[in-house]
């Protein structure tokens, strides 16, 4: 089990809820989204981590947004943190950015694409912050044991692992749900990122996605038992500056969420 402030994720607990935009695009947007998924999970009665990236260090195009400049980001995700009294998620990608977002945020995350980067994770577990490490689309969820192994190493057991889709031929991802079995068997709360996984990576200048998949595979993880559910939303997604193919609209979260809710009531039950 891992702690976030007094959010208890893995162990049989209810399912919590990662939620917020790709990335830091305004503060009107970060907190227009914060603050109505806060109303959404306190209805439902369901712990929430506010997430959004301060930068994108990996998109397809060089002409893609990459952030509102470090400074000016950061800022805004501890207003988030202060002001809606919520814990904070955002991606690091190399190790000086633990010390920019250290005092901003509860966890830090491992984007896929480095869940091998050795420096990075061990300077990540240093940090004594809770460390999410996405799934590489290019590993097999066994072999997470590795990454996790290496944060571990520092001291640090405050790990979650994450699912996002695996490398299908070009430009597709698929989700093999066996993999979030293998993951828990690993020792760490497993998340299910619905939102990444529908995404069809670097297709011509962008990454496409196929939104009308995201509640299908967040239930059907969530009837499999994972301990968080990682979702991009946004208020418009065709306007989104980031992942605009892929990210839930905000209004569909709570019908999706009160659905997801009654599953992880009935497994977890079940697993009593």
């Given at each position: 089990?891992?702690?976030?402030?007094?959010?208890?994720?893995?162990?049989?607990?209810?399912?919590?809820?990662?939620?917020?935009?790709?990335?830091?695009?305004?503060?009107?947007?970060?907190?227009?989204?914060?603050?109505?998924?806060?109303?959404?999970?306190?209805?439902?009665?369901?712990?929430?981590?506010?997430?959004?990236?301060?930068?994108?260090?990996?998109?397809?195009?060089?002409?893609?947004?990459?952030?509102?400049?470090?400074?000016?980001?950061?800022?805004?995700?501890?207003?988030?943190?202060?002001?809606?009294?919520?814990?904070?998620?955002?991606?690091?990608?190399?190790?000086?950015?633990?010390?920019?977002?250290?005092?901003?945020?509860?966890?830090?995350?491992?984007?896929?694409?480095?869940?091998?980067?050795?420096?990075?994770?061990?300077?990540?577990?240093?940090?004594?912050?809770?460390?999410?490490?996405?799934k590489g689309q290019f590993l097999a969820?066994?072999?997470?044991?590795?990454?996790?192994?290496?944060?571990?190493?520092?001291?640090?057991?405050?790990?979650?692992?994450?699912?996002?889709?695996?490398?299908?031929?070009?430009?597709?991802?698929?989700?093999?749900?066996?993999?979030?079995?293998?993951?828990?068997?690993?020792?760490?709360?497993?998340?299910?990122?619905?939102?990444?996984?529908?995404?069809?990576?670097?297709?011509?200048?962008?990454?496409?996605?196929?939104?009308?998949?995201?509640?299908?595979?967040?239930?059907?993880?969530?009837?499999?038992?994972?301990?968080?559910?990682?979702?991009?939303?946004?208020?418009?997604?065709?306007?989104?500056?980031?992942?605009?193919?892929?990210?839930?609209?905000?209004?569909?979260?709570?019908?999706?969420?009160?659905?997801?809710?009654?599953?992880?009531?009935?497994?977890?039950?079940?697993?009593?």
């Amino acid at each position: 089990m891992v702690e976030v402030r007094n959010i208890k994720i893995g162990d049989n607990n209810p399912l919590v809820l990662i939620a917020g935009p790709c990335v830091v695009e305004s503060e009107e947007i970060i907190f227009k989204t914060a603050e109505e998924i806060k109303k959404i999970t306190e209805r439902l009665n369901i712990h929430f981590i506010f997430k959004s990236s301060f930068k994108k260090a990996n998109r397809t195009s060089l002409k893609s947004f990459t952030g509102l400049g470090d400074e000016d980001a950061i800022k805004i995700l501890s207003q988030v943190r202060t002001n809606f009294n919520l814990p904070v998620l955002t991606d690091i990608h190399k190790e000086d950015d633990i010390k920019l977002v250290a005092d901003s945020v509860d966890v830090i995350q491992i984007p896929a694409f480095l869940c091998r980067q050795t420096d990075l994770l061990l300077a990540a577990g240093k940090s004594g912050l809770v460390v999410n490490i996405k799934k590489g689309q290019f590993l097999a969820p066994e072999d997470m044991r590795h990454a996790a192994e290496k944060v571990a190493s520092t001291g640090n057991n405050k790990i979650l692992l994450t699912e996002r889709g695996t490398t299908f031929g070009y430009h597709n991802l698929v989700v093999d749900m066996r993999s979030l079995v293998i993951m828990k068997e690993i020792g760490y709360p497993v998340v299910m990122d619905a939102t990444h996984s529908v995404q069809l990576p670097s297709k011509e200048n962008i990454s496409g996605g196929e939104p009308r998949f995201i509640k299908p595979l967040a239930k059907a993880a969530t009837a499999v038992g994972i301990d968080a559910l990682f979702l991009e939303v946004h208020p418009n997604p065709k306007e989104a500056l980031s992942d605009a193919a892929s990210q839930l609209p905000l209004i569909e979260l709570e019908p999706l969420i009160s659905e997801i809710k009654a599953i992880d009531s009935l497994i977890k039950s079940s697993n009593k």
